[in-house]
Nanobody
Framework: QVQLVESGGGLVQPGGSLRLGCESSGSIFNIDIMAWYRQAPGQQRELVAGIMHDGTARYGDFVQGRFTISRDNTRNTMTLQMDSLRPEDTAVYFC??????????WGQGTQVTVSS
């Protein structure tokens, strides 16, 4: 079992920045991929960014260089630095972990609101 806890959401003005954190616990040595997803009201959950155990990262097309995902395997943490935020980035952001056995775990989510 893997437990995930997100932090760092909140309200920010357009053009501003936020840094999201995800701390993992439990069977952390089984974690292969970690990722951030988001879900806006009435929308499907979509991939924001993912990072493999070796640090290889990929991003959703809408990111357009504004976000940076990172991971510290020694501290069991993952972060998402979000810059140049737009109102359309408003959503609940979820941390996800995928183990080597293809088990999928989710955090409870953290709200990000971009509004003036």
């Amino acid at each position: 079992q893997v437990q995930l806890v997100e932090s760092g959401g909140g309200l920010v003005q357009p053009g501003g920045s936020l840094r999201l954190g995800c701390e993992s616990s439990g069977s952390i040595f089984n974690i292969d991929i970690m990722a951030w997803y988001r879900q806006a009201p009435g929308q499907q959950r979509e991939l924001v960014a993912g990072i493999m155990h070796d640090g290889t990262a990929r991003y959703g097309d809408f990111v357009q260089g504004r976000f940076t995902i990172s991971r510290d395997n020694t501290r069991n943490t993952m972060t998402l630095q979000m810059d140049s935020l737009r109102p359309e980035d408003t959503a609940v952001y979820f941390c996800q972990a995928v183990t080597w056995y293809e088990e999928i775990y989710w955090g409870q989510g953290t709200q990000v609101t971009v509004s003036s």
